[in-house]
């Protein structure tokens, strides 16, 4: 299955963190790679979405909503810092 | 269902469509007409929902054309067969009618006059819409070095933007290069077939210019081209880039 990246999640994360986060930087928990959330890679056919480390392949953030509710797991990122201003 | 503006959310709000205008057989630019816009940076996007009698939602994302000076917000649209959204977008909507929109979104894929540097855009497909709004942004406030895109398409009747990019070259004197990759008209002096390293070598300033590049289009073309871009010498970090995809349109 083809990917996207972090910019086409941008919408639903900005709706969660009341900010833009394309340009925050993440940190993978597996293999220790930091870059922006735009450069991540996005899969979206799953149920929910799946995020992906574009390095290693880790799935670091997993979106799903779940009647109505948006629930998010960023379990595979060891450090997420949105961009101030 | 209405709710009051507030800061930090991105609110949900009509946009009134204005005109369609066609850019080729599978694609149409729509102009909105939205009163509580707060503006958009070039390259920046907006999700737009859908809503059935049933209360089923498709929501998708699409790249702005227009530039943050013009009067409207232009989405450019391509049809992609067995969309949920897209058909409906480019065969379905009519002047007057009105649609959810939220925006605009993003920060990454942005390009402002700011940020010095020759520019250098690279195009797959319908991945030349931010272009859109970057050169007429650039056009608009004289932006600084002359900005250079490489545009790659099937045919030069899958070229969105044809005369205004046409426009662009010869009386602003942006550098615009077309690559065809399976159809060329007689007598075609662009390139012939799939951006490589030795055309991207050819159009873009030396790395020791450090050019800001930006690549938009399909995953494949996307990540060729900013391979091709770091082994001839460009520094990742002057290279962003933008995916998209057959989302289910």
């Given at each position: ?85 | ?114 940020l010095e540097g020759p520019l250098l855009l690279v ?21 600084g070095a002359m900005p250079r895109?490489l ?24 550098d ?21 390293r030795e055309l991207l070598g050819e159009v873009a300033s030396p790395p020791s210019e450090a050019p800001r590049i930006y ?11 900013a391979?091709a871009l770091v082994e001839i010498g460009h520094k990742p970090s002057r290279i962003r ?9």
């Open positions: 299955m083809e990917a996207l990246d972090g910019n086409a999640i941008a919408g639903d994360l900005f709706e969660l963190f009341g900010t833009e986060m394309t340009t925050a930087t993440g940190v993978c928990a597996s293999c220790g790679e930091t870059g922006h959330v735009a450069e991540l890679r996005v899969y979206s056919r799953a149920p929910g979405t799946v995020v992906r480390c574009p390095t290693c392949g880790s799935v670091l953030i997993v979106l799903v909503e779940v009647r109505g509710m948006a629930c998010i797991d960023l379990g595979g990122l060891n450090r997420l810092e949105p961009v101030n201003g | 269902m209405a709710r009051a503006a507030l800061p930090g959310r991105l609110n949900w709000q009509l946009g009134r469509v204005i005109e369609l205008t066609e850019e080729t057989a599978r694609t149409k630019s729509i102009s909105f007409a939205l009163p509580d816009w707060a503006g958009h940076r070039a390259g920046q996007h907006v999700d737009v929902r859908l809503t059935a009698a049933d209360g089923y939602q498709a929501q998708r994302s699409y790249s702005i054309a227009s530039a943050p000076e013009d009067e409207y917000l232009v989405l450019t649209v391509e049809r992609l067969e067995n969309g949920e959204v897209s058909p409906y977008l480019v065969d379905e909507l009519r002047p007057g009618d009105e649609i959810e929109l939220r925006g605009p979104i993003g920060g990454y894929f942005v390009w402002e006059s700011s195009a797959g497909g319908s991945g030349v819409v931010p272009f859109r709004s970057m050169l007429r942004h650039w056009a608009a406030v004289d932006g895109l545009y790659s398409s099937r045919s030069w009747s899958d070229v969105i933007y044809r005369e205004e990019l046409l426009r662009l070259g010869d009386r602003d004197g942006v615009v290069r077309f690559a065809l990759t399976r159809e060329w008209p007689e007598g075609w002096q662009g390139h012939r077939g799939r951006v490589d690549i938009c289009g399909p995953t494949g073309f996307v990540e060729a081209a391979d880039t933008e995916l998209f995809g057959p989302t289910g349109g």
